[in-house]
């Protein structure tokens, strides 16, 4: 075990460096899978509550492919516990989101089963430390929590950002791919704060991760369409957003 977290040590140490060089930092879904020191059971089950998503009744094009929950945590600085805060509706100010600012989104809560998944918490502290590392210090986080899964059919694109280009008006922002069925597309693209491109890759393995200094960065993720009419075409994501909180 000594060696496991020592590498485990090593990884999110250079993780933190490329963060804070680059503003952002991509982490293939195996090296995650290594970090989070999970097995094929507790990933089975964590990818399964992404079946138990609403769908987003707030969208102000008219799109019926977004499904979703919503909760938020808190971290406080050199604790290992995470927090759940009371359920609130959701709010963007209309300057960072032009589609569906400016007014309050009650979604459905986290499931237990999503809330009290072993790979939750260590993928929460996991990301808090390299946060911390890139902060320079222990820091209190808020954390949200948005699990998505965008659906395309043939009469209808599936949007993972409606809103074009944008930031999330918080400290750091994640997206974490689980899964991909049946999709073509589904491209991210991260810029830098003058919308210059830095970087487009594809979120494709099961746990890919990308991770970025939202006042840094800007980012969008193109439209997917099915690749075959005869199967369900879904892209399932997890959108982790960490906004550092005054003491």
Known sequence: MQNVMHTTSKNKSVITEILKQNQYVFVGGKQMT???????????????????????????????????RY????KLPGSHEITMLPHEPYVQPSYINNLNGDIERHFEPLTDRFVTSPILERLLCLMSDIYDGAEGQATKWNIRLHPYR????DFEAGQPTPEGLHRDGVTYIASMMINRNNVMGGMTTITDANQNELERLMLDKTFDIVMADDSETMHEVSAIRPESSEKCAYRDVL?????????
């Not at 965008?150 to 059919?153: E, K, L, M, T, V």
């Open 71 to 74: 909760g938020q945590f808190m």
């Open 239 to 247: 959108v982790i957003a960490f906004t550092k909180m005054e003491e």
């Open 34 to 68: 290594s970090l989070l020191q999970t097995n094929v059971d507790e990933v089975v089950r964590f990818k399964h509550c992404w079946s138990q998503l609403e769908r987003d009744q707030y969208m102000a094009d008219g799109g019926t492919y977004r499904y979703r």
């Open 150 to 153: 965008i659906i395309a059919d």
